[in-house]
């Protein structure tokens, strides 16, 4: 998911006890069950005029415990009328408690059976399902009739239908979604059959056989025109407004180079049966990546037409792509590694750039969304690091994004540059397939990144993963004239707390323009303060920190250089 409205817009012993803090405090974010969802079968149809759902869910799991005899499925608003044993149809008793169903099973069970069990139900939900009226011309966007559509992330499906709602478990689903005949309706995976009803209504189903999280679970209705293509033998489908058709190759004519670059970079192919791409109306974020189903704000898509907005488009494009390898494929095991999702995204928009327009577009990228979470951490109040230590606040996770989505995507540029660009990629490589329909936590990039590179990466996920802030380098420059050697004394002066190291690890190139040409010196910080001596052929006239932008989060403050003849 992309918040896309931004653009409106002394010690070493002291370091080292920061490390080994940072990963020893750790909190658990992991959600327990005892149970492990199978499939879900989703049924539904609409009460428009209430803006009620009417449900019949099924849910069919296997116990992870022996004795296994009560299920608890998240559940939000939803009024149940029967819940039965699916194999026999008999009833079963249940309760709702909280934002709970609890469900009494008919005997135990072992971790060897299938358990089935159908909810029937209505909900007039205040989140998940958002029922949309018609909507005037504005905003360069076209009148639109009324819209019906889903958004998951981070625990709405609770709201239309009972669940294991939470990221760590991925089940397959089925899908018959009841519209008018008139409508398109946009669903995860493929249609598998429409159906005509007596009442002039259509049941359309749909079937994905690759288990995914249930955030991701979306449909889309509405009147729409559609656009098909392929990229190699993956169906490719843009939902717009009928009339609108001349958008589609201005927001979305990349699609398949951004198929093609993702598939070359990481070393796998795109996962899944289709891709489709669908603009609606009021949506709150810029994009969301439903399983092989991504939703967009049509307000942000349009703004294509502006040429100001154009690659500001297309970074929205791209990032949502990549989340079907990073999200989607592989998923962050709980809320407090969001950042794996959405700082991967991020930075293969950057990615994406660089293959297509080259370095300079890439690091453009990279240093304005460094830029963007500097002046976000300096004023934000909700502080937080890559590893979310606020995550228990679900309805604040995307409070702080330039934390999750531009420090992310500026910290894994970082990684890149220390490990080296085959490495990096080699990293990426095992990561997804080690981790393939899996979930995963920051550990198990660091593993990945680790093998690939044959490095201990322990130092650098403590300050940039698992800690906050950034480093804020004043650098104080002297030069001799007689011994003809330049001494740059660098202090951090970042403001240290219990997650904000005195001293940054810091591998930093020093450029030296001199009378008789630029000069190149590498130094590594460790301390709060450290001093390094270079001897020169002839003076000084400019230096510069980290030229390439390879630690891009961070500031510097060089003082005018001073000359003295000792």
């Not at 992991?30 to 449900?55: E, P, T």
């Not at 891709?275 to 189903?293: K, L, P």
């Not at 104080?476 to 740059?488: D, E, F, G």
């Not at 510069?544 to 000792?566: G, Q």
Request: hydrophobic share 35%; charged share 25%; aromatic share 12%.
């Amino acid at each position: 998911m992309k918040q896309f409205r931004a653009f409106w817009v002394t010690g070493f012993s002291l370091f080292l006890f920061f490390g080994v803090g940072a990963q020893s405090s750790r909190p658990d974010f992991n959600r327990q069950s005892n149970y492990d969802v199978q499939h879900y079968i989703l049924r539904v149809s609409f009460d428009r005029a209430a803006k009620k759902v009417i449900g019949d869910t099924t849910v069919r799991l296997k116990p992870l415990t022996a004795g296994f005899r009560q299920v608890t499925l998240d559940s939000v608003g939803i009024s149940y009328s029967s819940v039965t044993l699916e194999e026999t149809n008999s009833p079963l008793n249940y309760r709702v408690q909280g934002d709970q169903v609890v469900v009494d099973l008919d005997r135990t069970y072992t971790p060897q059976q299938t358990i089935g069990i159908r909810f029937k139900y209505s909900a007039t939900p205040k989140k998940g399902i958002y029922f949309i009226d018609k909507q005037p011309a504005a905003d360069g966007v076209p009148a639109r009739t009324e819209q019906i559509w889903t958004q998951g992330e981070p625990d709405e499906a609770r709201h239309w239908f009972p669940s294991f709602d939470f990221p760590s478990d991925k089940a397959t689903v089925e899908q018959f979604i009841t519209a008018n005949a008139h409508e398109e309706v946009i669903g995860n995976g493929l249609i598998v059959a429409k159906s005509d009803n007596a009442d002039g209504t259509v049941t359309h189903h749909f079937k994905m056989d690759t288990p995914f999280s249930t955030y991701l679970v979306s449909f889309v209705v509405g009147d729409y025109a559609a656009v098909a293509e392929k990229y190699k033998n993956i169906p490719l489908g843009y939902y717009v407004y009928p009339g609108t058709e001349a958008v589609v190759p201005k927001a979305y004519g990349r699609t398949k180079d951004m198929f093609r670059v993702f598939e070359e970079l990481t070393g796998v192919d795109y996962p899944f049966p289709k891709y489709d791409q669908t603009v609606v109306a009021a949506f709150a974020f810029g994009g969301m990546e439903n399983m092989t189903a991504t939703t967009m704000s049509d307000r942000d898509i349009f703004l294509v037409n502006n040429p100001l907005f154009e690659a500001t488009v297309e970074d929205l494009v791209s990032h949502e792509l990549a989340h079907s390898w990073f999200g989607n494929l592989v998923t962050c095991k709980n809320w407090a590694e969001l950042w794996l999702n959405e700082g991967f995204a991020t930075f293969m928009e950057a990615a994406f750039r660089e293959k297509k327009y080259g370095r300079r577009s890439y690091l453009q990228k990279i240093v304005n969304d460094a830029d963007q979470f500097k002046a976000s951490d300096a004023t934000g109040d909700k502080r937080h690091g890559l590893f979310n230590r606020n995550a228990a606040k679900v309805a604040e996770l995307f409070d702080v994004p330039y934390t999750t989505y531009n420090k992310g995507g500026a910290v894994l540029h970082t990684l890149r540059e220390q490990i080296g660009d085959a490495a990096f990629w080699r990293g990426v490589n095992i990561y997804l397939n080690r981790h393939k329909l899996g979930n995963v936590e920051s550990t198990d990039l660091k593993a990945a990144m680790e093998e690939a590179s044959r490095s201990d990466l322990d130092w650098f996920f403590d300050q940039w993963i698992y800690g906050l802030g950034y480093p804020k380098l004043n650098v104080k420059q002297v030069y001799s004239n007689r011994s003809k050697t330049l001494t740059l004394t660098v202090t951090q002066t970042q403001k240290q707390d219990n997650l904000t190291p005195p001293a940054f690890t810091l591998p930093l190139d020093v450029d030296i323009d001199t009378t008789s040409g630029l000069e190149t010196e590498k130094i590594e910080l460790k301390k709060r303060s450290e001093t390094f001596k270079f001897k020169l052929v002839s003076r000084p006239l400019k230096i510069t920190i980290d030229k390439n932008e390879k630690i891009p989060i961070k500031t510097v403050k060089i003082a005018a250089l001073t000359t003295t003849t000792k």
